[in-house]
T-cell receptor
Framework: AQTVTQSQPEMSVQEAETVTLSCTYDTSESDYYLFWYKQPPSRQMILVIRQEAYKQQNATENRFSVNFQKAAKSFSLKISDSQLGDAAMYFCAYRSALLSGNKLVFGAGTILRVKS | GAVVSQHPSRVICKSGTSVKIECRSLDFQATTMFWYRQFPKKSLMLMATSNEGSKATYEQGVEKDKFLINHASLTLSTLTVTSAHPEDSSFYIC??????????????FGPGTRLTVT
């Protein structure tokens, strides 16, 4: 079974600075998707960024980028120019690319605090 | 974009009663919906996967007779917590997956329902 590990329960960053959230995963599959979700205090899950395992290029969405290291099974999220609105709980998630692979496997989450 | 709604957003019920939570995909057809449970500052725990027109698949340790899931149409799934007890108090989140072919099978999340059992 696949597992996702987020080893940082909490992180803090100064406004306008850069922060990196760590995520490692374990799988025997070669084709899969990785995600970072944001859950603000409203508790609405918001997709931040998605990475297809077959793509070597790291995904980027505005201030959010990932460092995907497939051999190391590592998938970190970098937030540049942090804003107060980035404060939230962030979840790393894995999903198999198999047609039967419906499920998202979530990590334990990292609470990100942004200081003004 | 794809929007998923949940109703109600908050519900308080008495111990021993049943409560129903609805999950709707508003602008797309969802062949598969998922129900999660989340405790404060914890991760999402998948409870079950529901496919339209068939029985839900429950995760290990989830009581299917207590958490009844129905997915009667391509836009609606319901979770009924039967004979609720205080330990069932939690935040329940649904997600819906776009139907059809394609590689991404993106999931879209509802805003969640906070259940309090007194």
């Amino acid at each position: 079974a696949q597992t996702v590990t987020q080893s940082q329960p909490e992180m803090s960053v100064q406004e306008a600075e850069t922060v990196t959230l760590s995520c490692t995963y374990d799988t025997s599959e070669s084709d899969y998707y990785l995600f970072w979700y944001k859950q603000p205090p409203s508790r609405q899950m918001i997709l931040v960024i998605r990475q297809e395992a077959y793509k070597q290029q790291n995904a980027t969405e505005n201030r959010f980028s990932v460092n995907f290291q497939k051999a190391a099974k590592s998938f970190s999220l970098k937030i540049s120019d942090s804003q107060l609105g980035d404060a939230a709980m962030y979840f790393c998630a894995y999903r198999s690319a198999l047609l039967s692979g419906n499920k998202l496997v979530f990590g334990a989450g990292t609470i990100l605090r942004v200081k003004s | 974009g794809a929007v998923v709604s949940q109703h109600p957003s908050r519900v308080i019920c008495k111990s021993g009663t049943s409560v129903k939570i609805e999950c709707r995909s508003l602008d797309f057809q969802a062949t598969t919906m998922f129900w999660y449970r989340q405790f404060p500052k914890k991760s999402l725990m998948l409870m079950a996967t529901s496919n339209e027109g068939s029985k839900a698949t429950y995760e290990q340790g989830v009581e299917k007779d207590k958490f009844l899931i129905n997915h009667a149409s391509l836009t609606l799934s319901t979770l009924t917590v039967t004979s609720a007890h205080p330990e069932d108090s939690s935040f329940y989140i649904c997600s819906a997956r776009l139907g059809g072919t394609g590689h991404s099978y993106e999931q879209y999340f509802g805003p969640g329902t906070r259940l309090t059992v007194t």
